[in-house]
């Protein structure tokens, strides 16, 4: 069973920063897309990040110029650094992944159980 495990979320003070991770875990041929996905209290979850297998990385206006995501293949993670944050960067953060579980299945979406990062003004 695939799962994704978020880590290093908190509380900081705006102007701070945080490293999110995130790990898969399981049995599975490849992934594909990963990326990190936010919800704030009464608001639709957005994305803020994505980068393919390949590196090619995707970033929500907001965040643009200070979050850089990254990955380590090798160790199936996917990391999201954030700089200079913001209270309106407080949210639940969401792992998301397109993992193919063997070689010639489509594409199955998995998600993580999300971290909070709380951001004081």
């Known amino acids: 069973q695939v799962q994704l495990v978020e880590s290093g979320g908190g509380l900081v003070q705006a102007g701070g920063s945080l490293r999110l991770s995130c790990v898969a875990s399981?049995?599975?041929?490849?992934?594909?897309?990963m990326g990190w996905y936010r919800q704030a209290p009464g608001k639709q979850r957005e994305l803020v990040a994505a980068i393919t297998s390949g590196g090619i990385t995707n970033y929500a206006d907001s965040v643009e110029g200070r979050s850089t995501i990254f990955r380590d293949n090798a160790k199936n993670t996917v990391y999201l650094q954030m700089n200079s944050l913001k209270p309106e960067d407080t949210a639940v953060y969401y792992c998301?992944?397109?993992?193919?579980?063997?070689?010639?299945?489509?594409?199955?979406?998995?998600w993580g159980q999300g971290t909070q990062v709380t951001v004081s003004s």
């Open positions: 998301n992944a397109d993992i193919r579980i063997h070689r010639f299945s489509g594409l199955n979406d998995y």
């Open positions: 399981g049995r599975f041929f490849s992934i594909n897309t």
